[in-house]
């Protein structure tokens, strides 16, 4: 039972580099949900998604792209990596959107020098 | 929009004393869920509160959602080590302009000295 699984684990990269991170989840989901965390200021919504093909934004999603052509998978996309973006990401996903746990991913810990 | 504040951010205590973190929303909840997350870890539910007033128990843990459901808690009896982590509650804005999704609070770091 994989669960949810992110890719890759840690990561450094440069200022303005593109770099994706990876999210998969087997249990057929239908939202999936991408955070940043920082200290103090706990779990911030970048994007989710309610179904392939259909994403938007959340709290902080400016620098991101998000696509979920399959169900299973939900990549997140830095553009242009800046150093404001250096944090700890996680996926997540919910059966539903209302009244439902989410499931975490192990995290991506990301450094932009 | 929406704000979850939750204090404190961080709590020491001595192994076998209690702990409580407080978790205050800026708009009234549909429901509120709470969550830990241990050192290195990610978050993981722990349980979810739905009616106002509602008091859930889970072995040494106590949750409460408020009357006006716009506040909840989570009381620790008797700590050990195996407490040790950010205890985080999220909520769902009961006027729908969160769209259904969760806002975390900024979470209380526990750590436990045996």
């Known amino acids: 039972d994989a669960g949810i699984t992110q890719s890759p684990r840690y990561k450094i990269t440069e200022t303005g580099r593109q770099v994706t991170l990876m999210c998969h989840q087997t249990w057929s989901h239908s939202y999936m949900f991408w955070y940043r965390q920082d200290l103090g200021h706990g779990l911030r919504l970048i994007y989710y998604?309610?179904?392939?093909?259909?994403?938007d934004k959340g709290e902080v999603p400016d620098g991101y792209v998000v696509s979920r052509s399959k169900t299973e998978n939900f990549p997140l996309t830095l553009e242009s990596a800046t150093r404001s973006q250096t944090s700890v990401y996680f996926c997540?996903?919910?059966?539903?959107?209302?009244?439902?746990?989410?499931?975490f991913g192990p995290g991506t810990r990301l450094t932009v020098l | 929009g929406q704000q979850v504040m939750q204090i404190p951010q961080y709590q020491h205590v001595q192994e076998g004393e209690d702990f409580t973190t407080y978790c205050n929303s800026s708009t009234t909840l549909s429901n509120i869920q709470w969550y830990k997350q241990r050192p290195g870890g990610h978050p993981v539910f722990l349980i979810q509160l739905v009616k106002s007033g509602e008091v859930k128990k889970q072995k040494r843990l106590t949750f409460q959602f408020g009357e006006a459901k716009k506040n909840s808690s989570l009381h620790i009896t008797a700590t050990q080590t195996t407490d040790v982590g950010t205890y985080f509650c999220a909520g769902i804005d009961a006027g729908g302009t969160s769209y259904g999704k969760l806002t975390f609070g900024q979470g209380t770091i526990l750590t436990v000295h045996p």
């Open positions: 997540a996903s919910s059966r539903e959107l209302n009244y439902n746990e989410q499931f």
């Open positions: 998604s309610a179904a392939a093909d259909i994403t």
